[in-house]
């Protein structure tokens, strides 16, 4: 009876519709021995909303920067003010004040480096956005969450990252669902190892059931 479980978990995943499981190569790959899986799970698709609200904040700051700028109180200097500081030079046998810097060229220059600098701050800060918002929906395919009779696998194809946590080290589980996720199916659940390690996968599927099946097989 107990054999059958993996293949049951199995055909519950392709019917629940959110994600099926890996390729029978790819078990091959991750498994060792006679390793079976017993829950598998991946991001939920809140990701998408979640990259949609930095796609849109990094378009705006792209798109707008021009404007974000000009809103920024800065004087322009006049014409005719006077000057700040000078040098003495002689001419015709008598001496006169040189300006070297007069208030207009300060408060022009002051204008210039403050809209270069609020520019490249914008530009920056919206391709780290427009990077994390396309992250986070690539995120949605490529990452993958597996309980197997001994470890959980955590793996993302995108960042070619791979955590391997041994059922024997895991101390504790809690999943966290919020406000939202008890209605929309998603949370994050948080492992401590027995070397007080902490483990956090956010945004997945059914968290509490991950929870649950993780404890039932410890």
Not at 25 to 33: I, N, S, T, V
Not at 178 to 206: D, F, Q, W
């Amino acid at each position: 009876m107990e054999s059958d479980r993996p293949r049951e978990i199995r055909r519950f995943l392709e019917e629940d519709g959110t994600k099926a499981p890996l390729p029978e190569k790819e078990h091959h790959r991750l498994l060792a021995g006679e390793e079976q899986i017993l829950y598998q799970t991946g991001k939920h698709w809140i990701v998408f909303v979640k990259a949609l609200l930095y796609l849109v904040l990094a378009i705006f700051l792209l798109a707008e920067r021009g404007d974000l700028v000009r809103h920024i109180p800065y004087t322009s200097a006049s014409e005719g003010a006077h000057a700040v500081t000078g040098t003495v030079a002689q001419q015709g046998g008598g001496e006169r004040i040189v300006p070297a810097q007069t208030m207009d060229d300060i408060m022009r220059w002051a204008g210039i480096t403050i809209t270069w600098t609020v520019s490249g701050v914008c530009i920056a800060l919206g391709i780290v956005l427009l990077f994390v918002g396309v992250a986070r929906a690539v995120g949605f395919f490529s990452c993958q969450v597996m309980l197997t009779t001994k470890r959980v696998i955590a793996r993302d194809a995108l960042l070619g990252s791979f955590s391997s946590l041994s059922l024997a080290n895991v101390e504790s589980a809690r999943a966290d669902c919020g406000l939202l996720g008890p209605m929309l199916g998603y949370g994050k659940v948080a492992i401590t190892m027995g070397s007080g390690r902490k483990v956090s996968l956010a945004n997945i599927a059914r968290p509490m059931e991950f929870e649950r099946e993780l404890f039932g097989a410890k």
